[in-house]
């Protein structure tokens, strides 16, 4: 598995349990289960949620799957 597909993998596992639609950052962060410190781990990335979150833009939201997320975050990291 590349670490793009691991890490986006992980992002959708660390928010199985949110409530969607996520309107905004904060809910985000609070989806997840360590909130901001929530940790993503491939090979040498590490990635925290609250790391992720500064990719993201106001104009993203609402999210509304983890799939969704992660598809946003891994392709403005450039993973």
């Known amino acids: 598995m590349s670490v793009k597909d691991d890490i986006h993998s992980q992002i959708v596992a660390g928010l199985e349990n949110a409530a969607f ?8 962060l609070s989806a997840f289960p360590a909130g901001a410190d929530t940790t993503c781990r491939s090979g040498d990335v590490v990635v925290t949620a609250g790391e992720a979150g500064s990719l993201l ?23």
């Open 21 to 28: 639609p996520i309107k905004t950052p904060e809910e985000l």
């Open 57 to 79: 833009r106001t104009s993203d939201f609402p999210f509304k799957s983890s799939k969704a997320v992660a598809d946003t975050i891994v392709d403005r990291a450039g993973l």
